[in-house]
Structures are given as structure tokens and as C-alpha cells.
């Protein structure tokens, strides 16, 4: 075998799985693909204790120097196209082509936002158009807040964002069923309820300034709270594994997939509140997970 472990992702998830596991002694291979990461729009990363308001490229960097400071983890700056089950473990397709073994495999590549077609999104995503308040809410506090609401959930929380600012204006998208007794409790938290969604932002410098609707009209914001649909990675799709109905890696109590000894840690298993430190809790579990199976195998 080449590896004891194959990291595929090097995110939050994956990143402390290689530290968890270094620590243990297990060998493991990175594999971080030079592409930008999710979060490479966002000013900075909240609520992680100890790097608050810290660059996601600083705390990518920080975790990494502890990592190499041990001498069992190894990143390589290419992508992961395949993965096949073998007798005693997995072999792995490069981008280039070539191949590699592991005894077991991690995946942690994370999840594909859709953002929703509306011009001038991406000048202002991660910026001035957020998709989590409690990391980036405070910071727009008390401001005049828009709420694209092109999903169900969106509306069904709708309690939760007056948090953060009364000026709420909801733009709810015409495939979203709302009973006129739920219309009648949001207005009474919002500022302005639009049946329809904007279709263009204007900005200046990625603050957005305010937002244009189908009619002509224009209506004045500051930032804009957008929950993106997600879809899972090609790779990930490509593997025969079980998925949750919503789409997403089914994974038991120790993130232990359908395939013996593949794991799934990070924002591709689960669906809920989405962010740094959760997923390097679960990237952290699952190396321990590794760690106990490994040593029960042997």
C-alpha cells in the first residue's frame, strides 16, 4: 500500500483528520487540488475559538504548519478522479492518471453551491451577500437586510434573522408555498414582503447598494442573505454509496459510509448549520474513527 490513509479534500474536514491523525501515527496522503475553496470569497471565518476573524487562507495555513510538523501526513496538489474497492483497500485515480493504494479513504470534498441566477452575485458573494448570520450577521447588525427566499426552509426560519436586524425585507420566489396565515406572521417581523425575487445587485466594491426587481423597481439594502442549493462533488456522485434523501453522504455515528473502509466527514454529509468549526469536529471524529478500525483490523 502506498498510504494508510487517502484524504480526499483538504477543507476544514480533512485538514484535521490528517492532524488527528498524525498525532496517531497513521500515515496519510492529502490530496488538495489547486483549485480556490469555498470560502475563498469570505473576508474571514467566525466563531472558530482562538482564530476568530481570521482569514480562511491564515487558518488553512496554521493548521497546516502543525500537521507537517509531524512527519506522517504528505500533500500532493492534484485532484482524485476514481475510487475502487479492492480486496485489501482502495486504489485512487489521479488527474493525471496515475494510481495509487490506500488501506482506507476519507472523503472530505466538501459540497457545490448553486448560486441562484442573479446578476452581480458573484462581485458581492461572501461579502455583502451571506449565507450564514451567525457567521457573518453581527457584522451587519441593525442594517437593511434582503432574505432570498427561493427556498422552503428560508421561510420556515424566518423567526431567527430578526436577531440580527428588524429591517427585513423578504423576496419569496414563486415555486415557494406560504399559507396566508404564515404570510401574516413574517410580515409582522419583516419590513417589506416582495412575491418575487430580485433579479439583478448593484454594488460598489462588493457592498451592495441595492437591488433591482423584474418590474424596474429598486429597492435599497445592505447586504442580502442567500442559503444556496448544494450538489454534491463528480467524484463523490461517481461512487456507489448509500445518500441520505436530501442528497447528502450517509454516514454512521463514526462517519463510516456504506463501503468498508471509505469515510465521508465535513459539509457533504450533513445538510444543517454548515461552518469551519463543525467541520473540523467531524473531520476530527472521523480520524478517530479511522484510528479505532485500523487498530481493531490489525
Known amino acids: 500500500m502506498d498510504t494508510q490513509v487517502a484524504i480526499v479534500g483538504a477543507g476544514p474536514a480533512g485538514l484535521a483528520a490528517a492532524l488527528t491523525l498524525s498525532r496517531s501515527?497513521?500515515?496519510?496522503?492529502?490530496?488538495d487540488k489547486n483549485t480556490p475553496p469555498r470560502n475563498a470569497s469570505s473576508p474571514f471565518i467566525a466563531a472558530l475559538p482562538g482564530f476568530d476573524r481570521n482569514t480562511p487562507a491564515d487558518v488553512r495555513d496554521t493548521i497546516h504548519r502543525d500537521?507537517?510538523?509531524?512527519?506522517?501526513?504528505?500533500?500532493?496538489?492534484?485532484?482524485i478522479t476514481g475510487i475502487r474497492r479492492e480486496a485489501d483497500g482502495f486504489t485512487l485515480s489521479r488527474d493525471d492518471g496515475s494510481l495509487l493504494t490506500a488501506e482506507?479513504?476519507?472523503?472530505?470534498?466538501?459540497?457545490?453551491?448553486?448560486?441562484?441566477?442573479?446578476?452581480?452575485i458573484e462581485e458581492c458573494w461572501g461579502?455583502?451577500?451571506?449565507?450564514?448570520?451567525?457567521?457573518?450577521?453581527?457584522?451587519?447588525?441593525?442594517?437593511?437586510?434582503g432574505i432570498y427566499a427561493h427556498r422552503q426552509d428560508v421561510i420556515d426560519a424566518a423567526e431567527v434573522y430578526r436577531n440580527w436586524s428588524d429591517?427585513?425585507?423578504?423576496?419569496?420566489?414563486p415555486d415557494i408555498f406560504v399559507t396566508p396565515e404564515r404570510?401574516?406572521?413574517?410580515?409582522?417581523?419583516?419590513?417589506?414582503?416582495?412575491?418575487?425575487?430580485?433579479?439583478?445587485?448593484?454594488?460598489?466594491?462588493?457592498?451592495?447598494?441595492?437591488?433591482?426587481?423584474?418590474?424596474?423597481e429598486t429597492i435599497d439594502l445592505d447586504c442580502l442573505l442567500i442559503f444556496p442549493f448544494q450538489q454534491?462533488?463528480?467524484?463523490?456522485?461517481?461512487?456507489?454509496?448509500?445518500?441520505t434523501d436530501a442528497g447528502y453522504v450517509d454516514v454512521d455515528a463514526g462517519f463510516r459510509t456504506s463501503v468498508r473502509g471509505l469515510y465521508a466527514a465535513g459539509d457533504l454529509v450533513y445538510p444543517g448549520h454548515q461552518n469551519t468549526p463543525t467541520a473540523l469536529h467531524m473531520g476530527n471524529l472521523a480520524a478517530a474513527t479511522i484510528v479505532m478500525d485500523y487498530c481493531c483490523l490489525k
Not at 67 to 79: C, D, K, L, M, R
Not at 232 to 243: E, F, P
Open 67 to 79: 500537521i507537517v510538523s509531524y512527519p506522517y501526513a504528505h500533500f500532493e496538489q492534484t485532484g
Open 25 to 31: 501515527m497513521i500515515k496519510s496522503i492529502v490530496f
Open 232 to 243: 454534491q462533488t463528480g467524484l463523490v456522485t461517481s461512487l456507489d454509496i448509500s445518500m
Open 127 to 145: 461579502r455583502s451577500v451571506i449565507n450564514c448570520p451567525f457567521c457573518h450577521g453581527i457584522e451587519w447588525h441593525n442594517k437593511r437586510w
Open 104 to 120: 482506507f479513504v476519507l472523503l472530505s470534498t466538501g459540497m457545490v453551491d448553486l448560486l441562484p441566477e442573479l446578476g452581480g
Open 167 to 173: 429591517d427585513l425585507h423578504y423576496f419569496i420566489g
Open 183 to 216: 404570510i401574516e406572521q413574517v410580515s409582522r417581523l419583516s419590513t417589506a414582503i416582495y412575491h418575487e425575487l430580485p433579479i439583478n445587485l448593484r454594488a460598489e466594491n462588493g457592498a451592495l447598494t441595492h437591488i433591482e426587481m423584474p418590474g424596474g
